[in-house]
């Protein structure tokens, strides 16, 4: 079992940046896969970012691939969504989530643990 925590949001101008981290308890990050969703208002949550548990490759969604990037350092069990050229329809509710394993990376049923999350609001 693992516990996630989010944090680095913020109000940022359109073609800013920002850096969320999402830390973990429990256990290492090491045997989870991660994945980045956000939820906009009035909106379902939405897949962003998978980062793997393994040296298989990263994976994005259309909407950021390019301007996202997520990394992680097992070391002090973090997990990295750097989110560069912010553009207001970035505007959300950002959440990491947990996976042993298995699933659809863009798929919430397929992590068992979520986060908090934390706000990013992109400003025109």
């Known amino acids: 079992q693992v516990q996630l925590v989010e944090s680095g949001g913020g109000l940022v101008q359109a073609g800013g940046s920002l850096r969320l981290s999402c830390a973990a308890s429990?256990?290492?990050?090491?045997?989870?896969?991660v994945g980045w969703f956000r939820q906009a208002p009035g909106k379902e949550r939405e897949f962003v970012a998978f980062n793997p548990r393994s040296s298989s490759s990263t994976y994005y969604a259309d909407s950021v691939k390019g301007r996202f990037t997520t990394s992680r350092d097992n070391a002090k069990n973090t997990v990295y969504l750097q989110m560069n050229s912010l553009k207001p329809d970035d505007t959300a509710v950002y959440y990491c989530?947990?996976?042993?394993?298995?699933?659809?990376?863009?798929?919430?049923?397929?992590?068992?643990?979520w986060g908090q999350g934390t706000q990013v609001t992109v400003s025109s």
């Open positions: 429990g256990r290492s990050f090491s045997v989870y896969a």
């Open positions: 989530a947990a996976s042993a394993g298995g699933g659809s990376s863009y798929r919430e049923s397929s992590y068992a643990y």
